[in-house]
């Protein structure tokens, strides 16, 4: 509380770095507990004139930029990895990915901590702030400039099976905000108080996360989850290194290698693609434009028995009219016997700098010689309409495709339903990445796990096949029926789990049940303020 200066920004930097560790893949509740704790301190000794000054909330917001700043740059170390695939082209701009977008993000947490310093007042009220100004700018950070709500505070609790159920009501954000208030409590208990007021908010805590647990526990059902009848999925994990996978030059042992996997016996009875009843092919599989490539489709359908389908992620041109150059989209592709190309998804929210560049920026970077990660000539173009995300296949239910990190997204994994028109109702989340980038680094199972809980929002299961793993297939319960580690060369035969009956209350209201809460946080806290006033 004493601190001042760069003293106060270096501490608060470290408490937002331990704050990671409650982050997949290390789950440790406690380290956010320290982290908020150590914040909730820092925004005390800030206080130095009376509530919502100029100075001492712009001590509070640096106070936040710098806990943001230390909470990301730990918990995204893993990105480096992405500059480092082709080294002699990116490896200068690592600093920019590992220090400067935390850096850059940080500034949504200094917001939140100058929010949470206007409605600040000592007590249990300020707890209350807290959690109303990380909510809020964890929100925030998912939704602005695109959005980018990876490791938001609620997955601490996202990752237990029995906590992350909350979600089916008020989804990632709810979790947030009942995050920050359950790990920020047990500052209080160094207040010169009396015991209700030193020992109420920790005890308070404590049976919400309980509450939390117990009704998890309650959720959940004693048996597995039904079944969809008459479909066998295998997902093959090719685990191709990403330095090998889009060289052209290669494409002729790529599809040997795929296609000799898919048809590999998983198990003693197994005979391999005669067993199942659709394939999966992870995220951008192809180093070459496959519709462009007869043979290789070829290939691909006399590889596939009668009656089966493949459903594989790969790059798409839509060729140009006279005058206009190609477009190019990340795919989702679906091929039959016959070579009979069927139903698509492009995708729709695409990675900035990864697979495109910004508008605003675009052009002075090209001419300085400068591009996205995926080299494609412009980068790739986002798909027409959301509305596309829901995909058919023959023998499936409806599929609500994902691509890479759209799958991190709360709220748009199901498209909304054009006004007067039923809403979709998909049967399963489908998720095709290539986490090849980053390697055996916390970076895939974050994505995994994120990934994971939108199969609770949803009552949904999860259909994820990655290039390096994780593959999966996880219930609308959030339960993983069969999976595949990262770093291995497989195939993943695995039962298409149900989907839940009926429309979780998140599913039906979106985010206004976390808003609803918000605002009753936030009248809470302005309470207490005045009670102390």
Sequence with gaps: MLTSGWRRLALAFSAGAVGALAMPPFGLLPALCLSLVLAVWLMDGAVTGRRGTLGTVIASAGIGWAWGFGYLTAGLWWLGSAFL??????????????????AVLGLFYGAG?????LVWSPGGGRILALGVGLAASEWL???????????????????????????????????TLLAVLIAAAPATL??????????????????????????????????????VPGVRLRLMQPNLPQDAKFRPENREDILDRYIELSDRAAAPDRTGLSDVTHVIWPESAFPFLIQRDPRALARIAAALPPGKHLITGAARVEEPLPGE???????????????????????????????????????????????????????????????????TVPGL?????????????????????????PPAVPGFILNLTNDAWFGDTPGPRQHFAQARLRTVEEGLPLVRDANTGLSAVVDGHGRITASLPLGVEAVLDAALPARLS?????????????????????VAALVAGRRRA
Aim: glycine share 12%; aromatic share 12%.
């Design 397 to 421: 239910p409806p599929i609500a495709a994902t691509i890479c990190y759209e799958a991190i997204f709360p709220g748009a994994i199901v498209p909304v339903a054009p006004p007067g028109a």
């Design 325 to 391: 150059k190609p477009r190019f989209f990340n795919s989702i592709l679906t091929l039959s016997a016959g070579a009979t190309l069927g139903d698509v998804y492009d995708k729709v929210h695409l990675v900035p700098f990864g697979e495109y560049l910004p508008a605003p920026l675009d052009a002075a970077l090209r001419a300085v010689g400068l591009r996205q990660f995926v080299a494609i000539p412009g980068g790739f173009t986002p798909g027409p309409r959301a509305s596309q995300r829901i995909m």
């Design 113 to 117: 901590f100058a929010l949470a310093r």
């Design 502 to 522: 009926g429309r979780t209350l998140y599913a039906s209201l979106g985010d206004t049940p976390f808003a609803v809460m918000l605002a009753g946080c936030l």
């Design 190 to 227: 160094a207040d010169d108080a009396g015991a209700g007021g030193r020992y109420g908010p920790s005890a308070t805590a404590a049976v919400g996360l309980a509450a939390l647990a117990a009704f998890g526990a309650w959720r959940l059902p004693a048996a597995p989850d039904p079944t």
């Design 85 to 102: 695939v082709e080294a002699e082209e990116f490896a200068w701009a690592l600093p920019l990915g590992v220090i400067g977008l935390p």
């Design 141 to 175: 950070r998912g939704h602005l400039f695109t959005g980018f709500p990876w490791n938001s505070l609620g997955m601490a609790l996202g990752q237990n099976l029995w906590l992350m159920q909350g979600a089916a009501l008020f989804g990632l954000y709810g979790l």
